[in-house]
């Protein structure tokens, strides 16, 4: 059960990817970003009122904050990248580095002991992602400018969120998204008019972030019934599904690079599954 709840965050995250890549082209990343964690913070509450917590305690709580400030580091830096299109290096370097930095401190630090079969497919993951993202093909500036900070972002995000225990319920992700909330306010401040976009894009970016919280429920779930080196390597195959979509609805052509990526991501979450 845990491996298919990371596998479906993985899917919620991918949709996520896809759209708010599409919507970064159209309005300022900073209105997606900001928009989309208010709109994860709406559902996130929603979710947390629904399925009550026995007991919710303020570690997990703080956890769950410090979540939050990855995610809005992430997405922040994320959705720049890819409104300066440069998709090509921010995804991979963003999903690489991040799983790589997830599994370490769950292995170093946390005392995670995958299997054979789950360090297989970890060892296939992160070639995987890299080849699926359709890396290399562009210069180092946004790789670094970008790219690591989500990095850094995303691994903050996972491992903090991990650390919640099940008894505060879902609260810990909306703590997560208010965070995220106050962590972009000051920015939103400065550029009042980057905020400034159609009610129609504004609800696509609300709906986007709903689209991300619910991956991160799905991811919190995952984590409490599986090592959170696993989940979050299952959780991080998304970069697999917006190529797809790009394929299906954008006419895309399929590279052998990224051909080989999806067979190697294919791999990967047969062996973590099995592992």
Do not use: K
Not at 88 to 117: E, F, H, I, K, M
Not at 139 to 154: F, H, I, K, M
Not at 219 to 247: D, E, F, I, K, T
Request: with cysteine; glycine share 14%.
């Amino acid at each position: 059960m845990g491996a298919l709840l990371a596998l479906a965050s993985a899917v919620c995250y991918g949709l996520v990817d896809f759209a708010g890549g599409m919507l970064s082209r159209r309005v300022h990343h900073l209105t997606v970003s900001l928009l989309g964690r208010l709109g994860g913070l709406l559902l996130a509450c929603a979710a947390a009122l629904l399925f009550t917590a026995p007991e919710p305690h303020h570690a997990d709580l703080l956890w769950g904050a410090l979540s939050g400030l990855g995610s809005g580091v992430a997405m922040l830096f994320l959705n720049r990248g890819l409104s300066r299109g440069a998709m090509s290096v921010v995804v991979p370097v963003s999903a690489v580095t991040g799983v790589a930095l997830s599994v370490l401190c769950g292995v170093l630090v946390l005392g995670d002991r995958p299997g054979a079969v789950a360090w297989a497919g970890i060892a296939v993951t992160v070639p995987a992602l890299w080849l699926v993202s359709g890396a290399g093909s562009t210069g180092r500036g946004p790789a670094v400018t970008d790219g690591l900070p989500a990095s850094a972002g995303v691994a903050v995000q996972y491992l903090a969120l991990g650390q919640a225990g099940p008894g505060s319920g879902l609260w810990p992700v909306a703590a997560g998204r208010a965070a995220a909330v106050l962590l972009l306010l000051p920015a939103a401040a400065r550029h009042p008019r980057r905020l400034r976009t159609p009610p129609r894009r504004a609800a696509e970016a609300l709906l986007i972030g709903a689209g991300a919280a619910l991956g991160l429920i799905l991811y919190l779930l995952a984590v409490q019934r599986q090592l959170l080196a696993v989940a979050v390597v299952l959780a991080s195959l998304y970069p697999a599904l917006p190529v797809l979509l790009g394929l299906a609805l954008l006419h895309e052509r399929l590279t052998p690079r990224r051909t080989a990526g999806l067979l190697g991501a294919a791999a990967a979450t047969v062996l973590l599954t099995l592992g």
